[in-house]
DNA sequence: AAGGCTAATTGAATAGCACTCGATATTATC
DNA sequence: GATAATATCGAGTGCTATTCAATTAGCCTT
């Protein structure tokens, strides 16, 4: 992609530089027009370099703009985790409910990349690539489910990839439902009642209720649960003698 | 778009038929190669017409792939209609099991579509369109929701979107998960652990629970019989199949 | 500091594509 | 069967990402 020799110190700053100034201006030009509005004239433009040299940088329209998405998540990454650091409840709700607010926030106020996310999903080769920063980002609740597995807090049985599907698959959609209902006001006011639906859904289902003491509708769940894995097994059972 | 004039039926009849060959052989071409990976010649090859004919019946590549996708979303909506009139259940959590069941199997068996008609979010123009004809596939669960909180299975104060949307949210994340891990088997089997944590899900979190009736051990005892009687017929079902 | 070598930069040329349009064929109407 | 209306066609148009031969800038040696 870029230089093979090792050029003197300043050389590599200044590539350096350059370097960032593209994907400063592509970040721009793809946000305010999306992927097939940009066009790379205007993205050289405004990084103050000829068209061509773009491309000594990045092989491709696609793979420049999949650079951008990098260092988008990379950086919420980060932002994550410092909410989990900075975060003063030691409980997994409490920090559950620190993470799920800053994830519905993020992806309402950063809508734009996670558009051009999903924009990017056609071209299978270069999906992959954007897949393991989505995968680093997600770790984030993967930690956090795992302690509270260990704590004792939640079921000892639950599967952390449906948990986790279920965190951010809700959250996602829940997202592109505020934005739909209230297109210029962000406030946070709104995001409130989903972020406590959440906390709630994850201490409801996924809790651990201690069994001796336990009040009355964690035993239920248990049952519940219990149940639906039967009928399940009494249906496939009945359509396979069938 | 098509025609001003009212020819005759034959010719009508013909018009129609050629329609149906574009929207077939794009369909094909779109789920094989993506929407830019298409071309509208090899569209309109398969078609079995010229390329200019195309854009006497659609008005450009992102038309044509819209009409295309309504037809998808209007087969799913009718297809979801006919699991929910066949299912025997009556309550609430059985019929909430078989949509699941149906949408996760659909969204992994139909998942060329499902990414094709997010990567048409971009025509801000457009996009209009296929979220009516989303809107129209979820009010099938919407209708389903309401008539449980009607017959008070459900709480009374859950909010239908945000349910709509842990429901669908999940579960589409859900199936990518599943895509994932297997990329060639099949199965319906791994789907199922997925659709027993959804409906125990909603049980947990948004089941009713008759508060001043039934004392706790009442339940309990219902639901072990439940249990007790279920396995009974698992036993059954599984020695009749040996 | 001059010359030579390598790497970086450039923008005009290339190529691939959706879409247009004048010409042609087909159908409807009298 | 003549004529008008409509449908079809595919070679051309215009717009872009991408390439590449020529040019420039940076670094090292003597």
């Known amino acids: 992609m870029a230089s093979k020799a090792i050029p003197s110190e300043t050389q590599r700053a200044k590539l350096e530089r350059k370097e960032r100034a593209i994907l400063e201006a592509a970040r721009t030009i793809f946000v305010n027009h999306g992927f097939d509005g940009a066009r790379m004239q205007e993205i050289a433009r405004r990084a103050g370099i000829g068209e061509g040299t773009i491309y000594s940088y990045y092989d491709s329209k696609a793979e420049l703009m999949l650079a951008v998405l990098q260092q988008f998540w990379d950086g919420l990454t980060l932002e994550a985790e410092d909410v989990m650091a900075a975060e003063q409840a030691t409980d997994f709700f409490g920090r559950l409910r620190a993470l799920a607010h800053y994830h519905l926030n993020t992806v309402i106020v950063n809508a734009d990349f996670i558009n051009l996310t999903f924009a990017l999903r056609r071209n299978n080769s270069e999906v992959s690539v954007s897949r393991d920063h989505l995968r680093h980002y997600v770790a984030v609740f993967d930690r956090l489910f795992l302690r509270g597995q260990d704590r004792g807090e939640l079921r000892a049985d ?12 809700s959250l996602e959609y829940s997202a592109r439902s505020i934005e739909m209902t ?52 009494v249906d496939t059972l009945a359509s396979r003698l069938s």
Chains 1, 2 share one sequence.
């Open 158 to 169: 639950a599967v952390l990839w449906q948990a986790r599907d279920i965190f951010y698959g």
């Open 182 to 233: 209230m297109e210029a006001d962000r406030s946070t006011r709104d995001q409130q009642p989903v972020v406590d639906d959440m906390v709630a859904l994850f201490r409801a289902h996924y809790g651990a209720h201690p069994e001796g003491e336990a009040a009355d509708g964690t035993t239920l769940a248990a049952l519940s649960r219990q149940i639906e894995q039967l009928t399940e097994k």
